[in-house]
């Protein structure tokens, strides 16, 4: 399985910016599919998730007003849909993902078996 984040860059506080995460490897049919983000001296922190079949999303509640994880399941695509960015949201920003066979909480990184190798989103103040 391969995961590979894409879309970060630097933008202003108030923009917005798209992430995407291209899945390779598997049919993902079982897979519950993750966004963490990880800034300079502070642990990876969850964002988002979705389930791939069915499309159920989770969010913390920080963020569920200002972010949008999707998913396009024919072409094996995860998006992130971050607004009205801050300073704050300043990170390398991960996909992550489960295939279905793990237990414990979405919301810890130890959760999930894959991840791509992230994508550095910084905002200006």
């Known amino acids: 399985v391969q995961l590979q984040a894409s879309g970060g860059g630097l933008v202003q506080a108030g923009g917005s910016l798209r992430l995407s995460c291209a899945l390779s490897?598997?049919?993902?049919?079982?897979?519950?599919m993750a966004w963490f983000r990880q800034a300079p001296g502070k642990e990876r922190e969850f964002v988002a998730a979705?389930?791939?079949?069915?499309?159920?999303?989770f969010y913390t509640d920080s963020k569920k007003d200002r972010f949008n994880i999707s998913r396009d399941t024919a072409e094996n695509m995860m998006y992130l849909q971050m607004n009205n960015l801050k300073p704050e949201d300043t990170a390398v920003y991960y996909c992550?993902?489960?295939?279905?066979?793990?237990?414990?909480?979405?919301?810890?990184?130890?959760?999930?078996?894959?991840w791509g190798k992230g994508t550095l989103v910084t905002v200006s103040s």
């Open positions: 490897g598997d049919t993902f049919k079982r897979y519950l």
């Open positions: 992550a993902g489960e295939p279905g066979r793990n237990s414990g909480s979405y919301y810890y990184a130890m959760f999930y078996d894959y």
């Open positions: 979705i389930a791939w079949a069915g499309g159920r999303t």
